[in-house]
């Protein structure tokens, strides 16, 4: 009989992401609906790092926009990061168990139909703009989240 997962991606830090993501993929292997509702930090996850803009920003957007990460493939650690060198190590241990990268696990959900929510309201707050997210994105306010949280088998928060 197939569930409802419901994850709430207020994170963006790596082993954060890489946990959500296994846990993502796991279920949809499972045959069980899996909705990802971003939002603060954890929109980092599903921002594009090749689209870009600045257009129509403030100038703290503009600046958030530079100090924040491109993406995926640039966030921290949440422990241990050490200026990236952590990072760095854990991805080469990753290499070395075979495990595939952190975009591999984010395609992976993106082809298996996982859907992608993000918070309308956090992304104006921190000037994230529709178009440069993933096209799979779906901009939704938080009562539309919690409709699709309270109609799931299981809620998880990271």
């Known amino acids: 009989?197939?569930?409802k997962?419901?994850?709430?991606?207020?994170s963006g830090e790596f082993d954060k992401a890489l946990a959500?993501?296994?846990l993502a993929n796991t279920a949809r292997d499972m045959k069980h609906d899996v909705t990802m509702f971003f939002t603060f930090w954890g929109l980092f996850l599903v921002k594009d790092p090749n689209k870009f803009s600045d257009e129509d920003k403030t100038t703290y957007e503009k600046l958030f926009s530079m100090m924040t990460p491109k993406g995926i493939?640039?966030?921290p650690l949440s422990k241990m990061n050490f200026a990236g060198i952590g990072k760095?190590?854990?991805k080469e241990m990753m290499l070395d168990d075979d495990t595939p990268p952190l975009s591999a696990f984010l395609k992976g959900a993106i082809n298996k139909g996982v859907k992608f929510y993000g918070c309308k309201l956090s992304m104006e707050v921190m000037g994230l703009k529709k178009e440069e997210m993933l096209?799979?994105?779906?901009v939704v306010d938080a009562k539309?989240?919690?409709e699709d949280a309270l109609a799931s088998d299981m809620q998880l928060f990271i």
């Open 20 to 22: 959500a993501f296994i």
């Open 5 to 10: 997962v419901n994850l709430l991606m207020f």
């Open 135 to 138: 096209d799979q994105l779906e």
């Open 1 to 3: 009989m197939s569930k």
């Open 144 to 146: 539309t989240y919690m």
């Open 73 to 75: 493939g640039d966030l």
């Open 88 to 90: 760095d190590m854990l």
